[in-house]
């Protein structure tokens, strides 16, 4: 046997062996304890309380103060005549903002066709949003395609002088640009798709944060991948694009037909009323903090 197992386990003495002082005193002490202890909880809370109030109390005349400070230099500025400091100061009299400017082209060769009525249910908006339109009709001119001789990257211009170079100032000139076009065989128009890479090869001036929009105009099927196409313009351009509630398209195929799609009209409405927003906000965004900072680019090939 262990020296441990040897040891003598000492006797806990019975309940009952206790005497009933002892229990007493122990009860009162633990009444004792937990009153302490409740009061304690009550003060902490009390105190938190009260320090909340005081933060507030304190954040409430730093505000107030603010504000005092805001107002006196309002009215200085006033004085001064100094009106951007006014603005500056967040009056919240905006400050009278010139039209927003929008191009749009037309692919279709249809003069009166479904993709115009598409363009005029736009346009109804825009020249209720104060926003001024520019359509020019492409898709019945004969526009050739790019042929690559890359003389525009000397002069910043086409070196078929057509269509293409008039539209390089309006597009320039432009917050906005809307490219529509009918969808043939799941595509844009052929004619406006060599008439866009000839534009946007051929010039070099800053387009970031003209907002653009596509919308595409179908019998039935070809809309997604034509939107997807024209789209890619814009993105790859820095130029925001504007959406709807609805992808771009409106159906049609006889003349007129467009006008029964309340759908793809109401699309067009939204769409409009979201650019005319986007350009506003732009425009604003652009004189408060400037255009993003530019990097030089950067241009490799996949092979080195
Ligand atoms: C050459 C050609 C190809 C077409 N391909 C398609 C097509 O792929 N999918 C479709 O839904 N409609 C197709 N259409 C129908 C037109 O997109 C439709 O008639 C449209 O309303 C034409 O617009 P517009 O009236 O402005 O010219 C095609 C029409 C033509 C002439």
Partial sequence: MSE??????????????????????VTRARKAAEKRAAAEEKAAAKKAVAAEKAAEKKAASRRKAAEKKAAQKRVNARKTGNEPARRAEGDRKPAPMPPRRVLILNGSPRAGGNT????????????????????????????????????????GRCVFDDIVNELAPKLYAADGLVI??????????????????????????DKRMKVGASIVIARRTGCSAAYDELNKFFTLSEMPV????????VHGNDRGEAALDSEGLQTMRVLARNMTFLMKSIALGRKRFGLPEQEQRIFTNFIR
């Fill in 180 to 205: 529509a076009s009918p969808v043939y065989y799941a595509s844009a128009n052929a004619t406006l798709v060599a008439c866009l890479q000839r534009l946007f090869y051929s010039t070099h001036f």
């Fill in 4 to 25: 441990n197992q040897k040891k003598v386990k000492p006797v806990e003495p019975a309940a009952s062996a206790v005497k009933p002082s002892v229990n007493r005193a």
């Fill in 116 to 155: 115009e009525a598409a363009i005029d249910e736009l346009c109804r908006v825009f020249q209720s949003e104060g926003v001024e339109t520019e359509t020019v009709q492409v898709g019945n001119l004969d526009i050739r395609g790019c042929i690559a001789c890359n003389s525009c990257s000397e002069s």
């Fill in 242 to 249: 504007a959406s709807s509630v609805y992808w771009n398209n």
